[in-house]
């Protein structure tokens, strides 16, 4: 909720699908969103990124409106994804394109083992330019709550 202060209440967000729900939840919070649409139960004014098993669990960003902040969580939670460096790099290059501001909760990365999948964003070329990166002491060091 604090990193969404920084930006306010006039901001269009983008989240993965399925994500992490403290994305939406702190979006609608501060007054981010409009209402719910019943009929999809997602709310408006979020872009949703679909990630899911027919697209490799990465979104399909060329196909997407504009969003001022995106939330990218590598690997995704709930779905335990982890994208590629190129899948990054594309990434960050729509962020720079678009001007958006890219908020990469890193907070799994202690759990890749696969050599060549990225643990931070900063490890993509152009991505301190546009990315902040979150993390979390419960998955490094076990500490809740």
């Known amino acids: 909720m ?9 901001v269009t967000s983008a989240v993965q699908d399925p994500s992490y729900p403290v994305y939406v939840d702190t979006s609608v919070m ?3 969103t409009g209402l719910i649409n019943e009929e999809t139960r997602q709310f408006d004014g979020i872009v949703y990124m679909p990630c899911t098993a ?3 669990f990465f979104p399909d960003l060329a196909s997407l409106p504009r969003a001022d902040v995106v939330y990218f969580c590598s690997p995704n939670n709930p779905t335990g994804a982890a994208a590629t460096k190129e899948q990054l790099t594309e990434l960050v290059n729509i962020c720079k394109e678009r001007g958006s501001i890219l908020v990469f909760d890193a907070a799994y990365a202690p759990f890749i083992r696969s050599p060549g999948i990225p643990k931070s964003i900063y490890e993509i070329e152009g991505a ?7 993390n979390s002491f419960s ?3 076990g500490f809740t709550g």
């Open 30 to 32: 501060m007054g981010q």
């Open 54 to 56: 027919e697209n490799n």
């Open 128 to 134: 301190k330019d546009v990315a902040i990166e979150c």
């Open 2 to 10: 604090r990193i969404q202060q920084m930006f306010g209440s006039r």
């Open 139 to 141: 998955k490094y060091a």
